[in-house]
């Protein structure tokens, strides 16, 4: 039976919201620059359907022109990945906030500047291949922040300056390194001796670590954050972690 136009159009207006919930697009997937491509003439042509988007995944190292139109016209969103350390895109316009995993370019650490006024609401952050520590200062203005990823710096000086700024706030730190070398620094970091919120993390299989830490692939990082990986995440194999540690010494 043919249905009539206002039946089309409210299971239209019930579906939509569904549909563009939550975008998530892998690097893995088949065509995937033909898919982002369409993903940005479709938000350009329907600006409502952009202000449907909550979460964004995008895949790794997407084009910078679809990264620069897509991210503002989703004004919505709670949760994005944007892996693209070539562009710089403008998040201080994105209220809703909450979960972010970038390069630190949105950072002003540079100039000395602030981040965006709307990001001391996010909880969750992760940053990527951060060089040096000039950023480290900005956490502490993130107050509402409890799970922080990022690189394990390479300085022990600056270790202790990303410790000195966390806020109180922090549950969670994970700290990521792909290759990494046990020694006596490492064996404080990964058994939360430097801190008790630092969980280490690494992509190496095999590494003599007699204490427990988080070995997790790249694209499995990406399915965390679009929540499409089975089972426990980053962040609960890091709290589980944390959590096992505070029973051990009580």
Known sequence: MQKSTGQTVDIVTRCYPHLYRSIALSAADNDTSVGLSLLRRTLVEFPELASLVQELTLPHHSAVSDV????????????????????????????????????????????????????????????????????????????????????LPSVHSDLLCLVEHFPPSLCVCVLFEEWPWVDVRMMSIASGEVDRRIVFSTSETDIDLPVPYICRPTEDLWRDWARRGNGNTLWDEAESIIKNRRVATN
Do not use: M
């Open 68 to 151: 620069e139109e897509i991210v503002p016209l989703c004004r919505n969103l709670i949760s994005l990945l944007v892996w693209n350390n070539k562009t710089s895109v403008d998040l201080s316009n994105h209220k809703a906030l909450r979960r972010l995993s970038c390069f630190p370019t949105p950072f002003p650490s540079a100039l000395g500047g602030p981040p965006p006024p709307n990001f001391v609401h996010l909880t969750h952050l992760g940053i990527l291949i951060s060089e040096g520590s000039t950023w480290y200062p900005q956490l502490s203005r993130l107050i509402n922040l409890t799970h922080l990823s990022t690189d």
